[in-house]
């Protein structure tokens, strides 16, 4: 193989599904036109099973559909509504990032300044018994707090990383109908 082929096979990972009619993609709950319709769960959590393990900087979903029964006008507005949805979908993981990743900070800058709290008043070894009791409650709110602003941070973008990481790639995908 040369240099260029290796190099095509890797830009291009390519995904085939088998659909009966163009209504697998889209919500039976949905008549609307395609332009606009609802995507299908099982659509697209198929795709992310496919997809998800492909490698490649530009996917290639081909969609394949019995002859009789394709349509090139409603395949390019299908086009469209699947990029559409994929650019929405991960528009709107971006902006619960973003807001995790604040929480988290948040969290853990006020689990510290507890914590510093509870040491100031730990350090003046206070007489007085509602002080105590705001030791009592300081020391494991700040720990609570520290450490459930990290795991926000860690763990979480984590999580939410793989299913940006599905759908930055599905934006760039080039998606095709064939007859099968």
């Not at 606009?36 to 997809?51: G, H, M, V």
């Not at 619960?96 to 604040?102: G, L, P, Q, S």
């Amino acid at each position: 193989m040369t240099k260029k082929a290796i190099k095509t096979i890797q830009e291009h990972s390519e995904t085939r599904i088998l659909l009966d009619s163009y209504d697998d993609i889209f919500s039976d709950f949905d008549p609307g036109e395609y332009a606009e319709r609802t995507l299908s769960d099982d659509f697209i959590i198929q795709l992310k099973k496919i997809a998800r393990n492909k490698n490649g900087d530009k996917p290639l979903l081909k969609l394949l559909l019995p002859a009789g029964k394709r349509n090139e006008q409603e395949e390019e507005i299908i086009v469209k509504r699947l990029h559409s949805y994929f650019k929405n979908v991960h528009k709107q993981l971006e902006t619960e990032a973003r807001k995790a990743k604040r929480t988290g900070w948040i969290l853990t800058f006020i689990g510290i300044i507890v914590m510093v709290v509870a040491s100031y008043i730990s350090f003046m070894k206070p007489q007085k018994y509602y002080v105590h009791i705001l030791l009592v409650l300081f020391e494991p709110g700040g720990w609570f707090l520290l450490w459930t602003g990290l795991d926000h941070l860690v763990y979480s973008s984590k999580e939410a990383k793989k299913d940006r990481s599905f759908y930055q790639r599905m934006i760039r995908s080039e998606i095709i109908f064939l007859a099968h």
